[in-house]
Every structure is written in structure tokens, then in C-alpha cells.
């Protein structure tokens, strides 16, 4: 793989090749953040990137159709098997894009919407002011108690009652517990709003079955292919049968053009490898990482928002080691533990500096990290956070992280090995 760039483009043949030297061996903590089997690569890079499609099986506008109706009839098909869902798009380009489909769906501009705010956990396009979903559409935020940082069910169900939305918004891009998600479609049911949940974080987790299911409860289920589902870079919506006309047209023509193929042909193998045992141990080893490193970073004297998880991440106010987000988030890069700054509840700091840090189990996990690693993570990260301004204990710790990441090296046989 890459023979044909190398000749051809060393210049971005060299950058690669850069990446996949931070990769194999860097510890990677982004929570968003996977490694994907090598199968991914292969089908993103393949035939199918020539193709241009509109519409959906059996009802296309190009001709040349018949195996692109075999394989999205497939991917949506295993879709739908993996999380029990009635209808599934799987044209969206990304997570974002399936929230659009969605909005394009149901929505006209102007209408209400409300979903989590993004200082507290929510995500850009659930209605951010500096997103496309905040600027057309009403809407309305709701937060965490300031007392247990957990999602407030009774103020969301106050906010709904006095904004009523015609859309509420369930999910996150930085909340450690589980959302009870029957609560929320009960709320939206009495504010007489469609109820929607972004569950691309947790969605693998979902899968593998150590995270409630939110597929019983919402209309639209939206999620990436990527983050815990460990797949392709994509997105897809599940519905419910009597909103599965609305969405496919919310998504062509409402919200996007031609679909993305070899994309689509990797989602449907994402599907299949997420009904495997190995995967599913995976995602359970996940959970167990999580919780052991917030016990390690806890034992330190960090502490951790809502004392715990239930997921994939923990969120760390780093205050108590008189630093800032973004001060622990740039040492840490340099000694090669990828993590990203990110406000806690109630931040003072704004969002570029931070009070605390997002740090994800998923990646490390796949690499084959179990409870015992966590703990020297842990411990490496203390004692960056406790020397960030210290060059030459931060260079002493830069070595002891490659030898710990050197002992879980990405692997990709016959990839870029091969070379
Ligand atoms: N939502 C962003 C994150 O969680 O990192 C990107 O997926």
C-alpha cells in the first residue's frame, strides 16, 4: 500500500509516513479517537471511490447501480441488525452530517430545538450558536446539576415544558455516565417533540451491549462509524419505520448529494465486526480501562468530574495540580500521550485553556492496554502534570512513554511495513 504515492508524491508520501511513526507507538488518549482493523483501510481505498450514486436502492439517478443497491442494501441491513433498529440511513458523511439529515428531516428553519450545551458536555451541532444549528434554528440549552455534574432531568424537563421544542437532543462529546435516555423520550413525549439521540461516543459501547441502548426510545438515533465504534470515517441515522421515508429525504436531497461508496462499504464492515465476541471483550476491556484509569488519576490527587465513569472517558479537572487544561494537554504531546483539553462544568477558563482534560480508554484498549497499563498512565500523567514546565523531567518521562508505546505498536502486517 502507498507503493504508487511514494513514487509519485514522496512530499505527501513523507507526511504519511511521519503519521504512522506518531501513531504506532504514540499512547493515544483522545476519546474520540480509535485504531481501525486493517480491513478499514483497505475498503476506503477502494473502486468504489469512482463511483457517483444518488438516491437509494432501487431507486437511483445514475445508471450503473447494481452493485452499489448490493452493498448499501448490506450495509443498511447490518445496520440495522447490529442495534435492533427498524430503518437506517448510512449516506451521511459524518456524525455531524447525520444530525443534519435528521434536522433536514424534521425541521424547517426557525423552529426549536434544545439539546445539551456544549460547555457542559454537548456537542457543536446539538444547537451552538457557531454552528449551522444554532444559526438556523431557536435554540434553547440545557446543563448538568452544578451539584452532581450529571445531566438535571428535572430542569430539561422544565426547560421543554416552557420552550417546547419540536426537536430534543440526546448524547454528548464529553460526559462520563450513562443518559437515561427513556427519561429524556418521556420528557420530549410530554413537550410533544420528536426526540433525537447522538450517541456517536458510546455508540460501539451500544453495540457491544455495557451501555444502554437508546434505540427503544428515540425517533433518530445518529452516530460516526468512528470514536468507540472503531470504523470508518462516517456517519449513519437509525429510525423508527414511520419516520423512515422523512429521513432518507432529509438526507438526499435535503442535506447531501451523492454518497461516498468506499465509505459506505467500510460502515458495512464496521457493522459486521461489531457483532464478533473479540470485538465485543474489547469494548467491555474498554469500560474497565476507563474506570481503573480515573481510579489511578483519582489516587493522585486529580479529580474527576461526576467521581467516576460509566464509558469510554474520564473528564479530569486538573486544578488541584495548579495547572490548566491547556498547559497538561501540551506536555503531555510533547512526552507522546495524546489527550485534548476541555472545559468541566461551570469552567472558569474558556474553552481554549480550560479547567480539565478529556481522556479516552477506546484506543490504548484496541492496542491491548488492560487494568495494569492504566495505572502507569496514570502515573506518567501525574507526573507530567506535576512537572509541566520542567524540560528535563518531561524528557525523562518522553522516554519511559515510547518504551511503554513501543510495547503496543499499532499493526498493520503488510501494510506500510511492506514498503
Ligand atoms: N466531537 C468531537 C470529539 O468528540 O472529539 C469530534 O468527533
Known amino acids: 500500500m502507498l507503493r504508487s504515492v511514494r513514487k509519485s508524491d514522496k512530499e505527501l508520501y513523507d507526511i504519511i509516513m511521519r503519521e504512522w511513526g506518531r501513531q504506532k507507538t504514540g499512547v493515544e488518549m483522545i476519546a474520540s479517537e480509535s485504531y481501525v482493523p486493517v480491513e478499514i483501510l483497505e475498503l476506503q481505498g477502494s473502486i468504489f471511490t469512482n463511483k457517483t450514486m444518488e438516491g437509494f436502492p432501487g431507486n437511483r439517478y445514475h445508471a450503473g447501480y447494481r452493485h452499489l443497491d448490493e452493498l448499501e442494501t448490506l450495509c443498511i441491513e447490518r445496520a440495522k441488525e447490529l442495534f435492533g433498529a427498524d430503518h437506517a440511513s448510512v449516506q451521511p458523511h459524518s456524525g455531524s452530517n447525520a444530525n443534519q439529515c435528521v434536522y433536514a428531516a424534521i425541521l424547517k428553519p426557525g423552529d426549536r430545538i434544545m439539546g445539551m450545551r456544549?460547555?457542559?458536555g454537548g456537542h457543536l451541532t446539538h444547537g451552538?450558536?457557531?454552528?449551522?444549528?444554532?444559526?438556523?434554528y431557536e435554540t434553547m440549552s440545557y446543563g448538568c446539576s452544578a451539584e452532581t455534574e450529571r445531566i438535571d432531568y428535572d430542569e430539561v424537563e422544565k426547560l421543554a415544558m416552557e420552550f417546547r421544542p419540536k426537536l430534543l437532543i440526546a448524547g454528548a462529546s464529553a460526559y462520563p455516565r450513562f443518559i437515561d435516555y427513556e427519561r429524556m423520550g418521556s420528557i420530549a413525549k410530554s413537550a410533544g417533540?420528536?426526540?433525537m439521540v447522538d450517541m456517536a461516543h458510546v455508540a460501539g459501547l451500544i453495540a457491544a451491549g455495557v451501555h444502554p441502548s437508546p434505540v427503544p426510545y428515540a425517533d433518530f438515533v445518529?452516530?460516526?462509524?468512528?470514536?468507540t465504534l472503531?470504523?470508518?470515517r462516517g456517519g449513519?441515522?437509525?429510525?423508527?419505520e414511520e419516520f423512515a421515508k422523512k429521513l432518507d429525504k432529509g438526507t438526499f436531497p435535503g442535506a447531501q448529494g451523492s454518497m461516498h461508496p468506499h465509505i459506505m462499504a467500510a460502515k458495512a464492515f464496521t457493522f459486521k465486526r461489531a457483532l464478533t465476541d473479540e470485538y465485543r471483550d474489547t469494548m467491555k476491556q474498554v469500560v474497565k480501562n476507563a474506570c481503573r484509569l480515573g481510579e489511578a488519576l483519582t489516587a493522585r490527587g486529580f479529580r474527576l468530574v461526576t467521581c467516576g465513569t460509566d464509558n469510554h472517558l474520564v473528564l479530569v479537572d486538573v486544578r488541584p495540580k495548579n495547572i490548566t487544561g491547556l498547559q497538561l494537554d501540551t506536555a503531555l504531546d510533547y512526552v507522546g500521550i495524546t489527550v485534548n483539553k476541555n472545559q468541566i462544568p461551570n469552567d472558569p477558563?474558556?474553552?481554549?485553556?480550560s479547567s480539565g482534560v478529556r481522556i479516552g480508554a477506546t484506543a490504548m484498549t484496541i492496542k491491548g492496554m488492560k487494568e495494569a497499563e492504566m495505572d502507569i498512565v496514570g502515573g506518567l500523567i501525574n507526573e507530567v502534570a506535576e512537572n509541566a514546565e520542567n524540560m528535563s523531567a518531561l524528557d525523562s518521562i518522553k522516554e519511559r512513554v515510547q518504551e511503554l508505546g513501543s510495547k503496543?505498536?499499532?499493526n498493520y502486517p503488510d501494510y506500510y511495513e511492506a514498503e
Open 128 to 136: 451552538s450558536k457557531a454552528n449551522f444549528s444554532g444559526k438556523t
Open 408 to 410: 503496543f505498536a499499532l
Open 193 to 195: 417533540a420528536y426526540f
Open 222 to 227: 445518529t452516530s460516526t462509524t468512528t470514536k
Open 349 to 353: 477558563q474558556p474553552p481554549m485553556i
Open 118 to 120: 456544549l460547555d457542559q
Open 230 to 232: 472503531a470504523g470508518a
Open 236 to 240: 449513519f441515522v437509525l429510525c423508527k
